[in-house]
């Protein structure tokens, strides 16, 4: 899996799989006839405009050279402080990889990057799926707010996290298997690599006992960790300086 920011060249892709996914999963509290006209009001003719636009940052998530997933965030508030998670589709034929919760991961990074001091997530109150997935990775409902659709208003729930400045009280675990093995990954635990952070890694849920760490630029856990605490992974190269220059990631 391969995670990047979106060009144009992904419109159609992007457009696609909006479409796939909110046909799969909102048709039980949402018409055709309101899915269609939600999709030429966020995914329309202006959709490229908003992949241009410099406040919004729209990630991709490829899997064999395909757009499987995507999320869409914008900076607001004063000095854009505050980072708004607006939607995260994954494509219904890659639910249940663990594709969602990296997408989620990254976006919460970079708009930490970006000068965000406050991440907030939406997700419409009717869906139980989507609600569930915030509240199992680390985020805790805050508020509602009301967003229209076509000529219907719609309830959105508002998350966020409990704590922003303490990485460690973000909850953001997923378990996947590589190699034939089951690896606990606390997305909390990350420490900084030349392409992408690394992420601590455990053989049971409990995260009793370190199993190693994943290369969040490749989702490989074959890297190699010096007694200087320098990490390099043997599949894409990502490095991890000694542990004495490391700062704060995330």
Same mark, same amino acid.
């Given at each position: 899996?391969?995670?990047?920011?979106?060009?144009?060249?992904?419109?159609?892709?992007i457009r696609q799989?909006?479409?796939?996914?909110?046909?799969?999963?909102?048709?039980?509290?949402?018409?055709?006839?309101?899915?269609?006209?939600?999709?030429?009001?966020?995914? +329309?003719?202006?959709?490229?405009?908003?992949? *241009?636009?410099?406040?919004?940052?729209?990630?991709?998530?490829?899997?064999?050279?395909?757009?499987?997933?995507?999320?869409?965030?914008?900076?607001? @508030?004063? *000095?854009?402080?505050? #980072?708004?998670?607006?939607?995260?589709?994954?494509?219904?034929?890659? *639910? +249940?990889?663990?594709? @969602?919760?990296?997408?989620?991961?990254?976006?919460?990074?970079?708009?930490?990057?970006?000068?965000?001091?406050?991440?907030?997530?939406?997700?419409?109150?009717?869906?139980? #799926? +989507?609600?569930?997935?915030?509240?199992?990775?680390?985020f805790e409902r805050?508020?509602?707010?009301?967003?229209?659709?076509?000529?219907?208003?719609?309830?959105?729930?508002?998350y966020v996290e409990?704590?922003?400045?303490?990485?460690?009280?973000?909850?953001?675990?997923?378990?996947?298997?590589?190699?034939?093995?089951?690896?606990?990954?606390?997305? +909390?635990?990350?420490?900084?690599?030349?392409?992408?952070?690394?992420?601590?890694?455990?053989?049971?849920?409990?995260?009793?006992?370190?199993?190693?760490?994943?290369?969040?630029?490749?989702?490989?856990?074959?890297?190699?960790?010096?007694?200087?605490?320098?990490?390099?992974?043997?599949?894409?190269?990502?490095? *991890?300086?000694?542990?004495?220059?490391?700062?704060?990631?995330?």
């Amino acid at each position: 899996m391969d995670l990047r920011e979106a060009t144009e060249a992904d419109v159609d892709e992007i457009r696609q799989v909006a479409k796939d996914s909110l046909n799969s999963l909102y048709t039980d509290f949402l018409s055709e006839d309101t899915i269609d006209g939600a999709l030429e009001q966020w995914y +329309g003719d202006s959709f490229a405009d908003d992949v *241009r636009d410099d406040h919004t940052l729209f990630l991709v998530a490829e899997r064999d050279g395909e757009i499987a997933a995507f999320s869409q965030s914008v900076l607001v @508030g004063q *000095r854009y402080g505050t #980072g708004q998670l607006l939607w995260l589709h994954v494509h219904p034929d890659y *639910r +249940g990889s663990g594709m @969602g919760v990296r997408l989620l991961v990254r976006t919460r990074e970079r708009l930490l990057e970006e000068g965000a001091d406050q991440v907030r997530c939406f997700v419409l109150a009717d869906n139980e #799926g +989507g609600n569930r997935f915030y509240e199992d990775h680390g985020f805790e409902r805050a508020g509602q707010r009301e967003v229209d659709i076509g000529d219907e208003t719609f309830t959105e729930n508002v998350y966020v996290e409990a704590d922003i400045d303490s990485d460690e009280d973000w909850d953001a675990i997923d378990q996947l298997e590589i190699d034939g093995e089951n690896v606990y990954v606390s997305y +909390g635990e990350a420490a900084r690599g030349s392409k992408s952070p690394f992420y601590s890694a455990y053989g049971t849920g409990e995260l009793e006992e370190r199993y190693g760490w994943l290369c969040g630029n490749c989702d490989s856990i074959d890297n190699a960790m010096d007694t200087m605490g320098r990490i390099e992974c043997n599949n894409c190269g990502n490095r *991890r300086k000694a542990t004495r220059w490391d700062a704060s990631y995330l």
